[in-house]
């Protein structure tokens, strides 16, 4: 990539996206979450970077997990690290309604969720150099061949990656779709900032798509990248 291009300038018309927006029917609870958790938790999409101080009222590192369906992973995490700063990103608005409760049972003060699509949010919305770590768990695989082009993880998007975390930081990617992994591999060989060290891999718990694959025979495998 020329050094006066910008990582985000292909994301610009963001002309094929990694996702489908399914919103889905909000249950009576998810749908009071909104009402009464978003001012808490909830991040309104704006193409301005984020001040995590005023966002988190601290300056603790940030993790930002990727399209977190329901939270699980996400509020676990949170609530295990309470040290760290934690954002999810996700367009499933069920999720991010039960994502907010399960926050608010536990009382989190280091989680927000934004429900917009991540390329935008990373885009727009964070800071270059900003992230500690950066989770992408199980995304949608994409099986056919003729949709795999949708995959979220590209050139483009790990080149972004790359510049919103701070030097050090790590993109944390697990997937249980083997053809994905061969595709993550190959798209991370073809990049010199990111690179696998062998490192032990940082703590998650286990996630619904996760435990789906295994059930079926789906190995997992799971890597984390550092900023060198």
Not at 191 to 203: D, M, R, S, V
């Amino acid at each position: 990539m020329s050094s006066d291009r910008k990582a985000s300038d292909s994301y610009k018309d963001r002309p094929v996206r990694s996702f489908v927006l399914r919103t889905g029917r909000l249950t009576e609870g998810q749908r009071r979450a909104f009402d009464e958790q978003w001012s808490v938790y909830g991040v309104d999409y704006s193409p301005v970077p984020l001040d995590y101080k005023a966002v988190f009222g601290n300056e603790a590192p940030v993790t930002l997990e990727i399209g977190f369906g329901n939270g699980t992973t996400l509020v676990a995490t949170a609530a295990k690290f309470p040290e760290r700063n934690f954002i999810g990103v996700e367009v499933h608005t069920p999720g991010v309604g039960r994502c907010m409760l399960e926050a608010a049972k536990l009382n989190l003060q280091n989680l927000r969720v934004i429900s917009h699509d991540a390329i935008e949010v990373l885009r727009d919305q964070i800071p270059d150099e900003s992230l500690d770590i950066i989770d992408l768990f199980f995304p949608d695989p994409w099986h056919k061949k003729k949709h795999n082009k949708r995959r979220i993880v590209q050139p483009d998007f790990v080149a972004m990656l790359s510049s919103k975390l701070r030097s050090g930081g790590g993109f944390h990617v697990a997937t249980d779709w083997s053809p994905y992994a061969e595709h993550i591999t190959d798209v991370m060989q073809q990049q010199n900032e990111l690179k696998a060290l062998g490192e032990e891999l940082p703590w998650r718990p286990d996630t619904h798509f996760e435990n789906r694959g295994l059930k079926l025979g789906h190995p997992v495998w799971e890597e984390i990248y550092r900023k060198v």
